[in-house]
DNA sequence: TCACTATATTCCTATCTGGTTGAGTAACTG
DNA sequence: CAGTTACTCAACCAGATAGGAATATAGTGA
């Protein structure tokens, strides 16, 4: 996979993927997701962002498959689809630990 | 790591890493750094993208850690920095994949 | 039916950024 | 030194989008 030669349009999927975690809005929603089940109304509280940006944010992240929806009556239920998502945010997070520490050990050396 | 709370700036600099792949000309870059060190030129003819255009793109991403660069006169070498960013579109490219088979059964089964 | 609540959608505006163009910089050649 | 090559930088424009306000939709209960 992902190997030899790749279609602009598989290559636009996956940035337009990418582009779906690019926005802190949309991964501070997904940090609160961590913790189980949420509505929208638990997001908008937690997160501080008005109702309709985060019903906005929500649609792009269950379009890409990111989340999963549930409803029940009035409330609508979010959750993390898998742990795809995670681990795609470790490998970063990591990547960036890894930095600060190195640019630490410049200091201390330096 | 990544667990209980997140700084609005550690969430803006992962976004920001998210932000830096979240584009099919870089993707191709990136793409094209597979087969080995390339110069700007090179992948000019590679991408078919402006000169400026690819060196642009590649600032960012050498910005963001993703590629490396070595300077050997009139030429700059770029290479992939580590395998972090394959990973990453691995992930991304394997969900895509098991979107498109799920897909295919449900028109199948209908 | 009407009011109320939770969520989704639409419209608007400010901001950001990808791509192009043209100028600028640095290294090699003669 | 001038000329060429390889790359980078700066300015501009067009398209995309985050955010907020207002509105729409849908479920609930009186």
Redesign the interface.
């Known amino acids: 996979?992902?190997s030899e030669s790749?279609s602009?349009e598989?290559?636009?999927?996956?940035?337009?993927?990418?582009?779906a975690?690019?926005?802190?809005a949309?991964?501070?929603l997904l940090?609160a997701l961590r913790g189980g089940d949420r509505t929208v109304s638990e997001l908008v509280e937690v997160t501080g962002m008005g109702q309709a940006n985060v019903s906005k944010h929500l649609q792009v992240l269950h379009g890409h498959?990111f989340v999963a929806r549930r409803k029940d009556g009035l409330f609508s239920w979010y959750s993390l689809a898998d742990q795809?998502v995670?681990?795609?945010?470790?490998?970063?997070?990591?990547?960036?630990?890894k930095?600060a520490s190195a640019q630490q050990r410049m200091l201390a050396n330096g």
Not at 21 to 24: H, I, K, Q, S
Not at 86 to 97: A, M, N, P, T
Request: charged share 30%; net charge neutral.
């Open positions: 996979m992902a790749m602009p598989l290559m636009r999927c996956v940035a337009d993927r990418f582009k975690l690019a926005e802190p949309r991964l501070a940090h498959g795809d995670l681990r795609l945010c470790d490998i970063v997070c990591g990547r960036l630990e930095e």
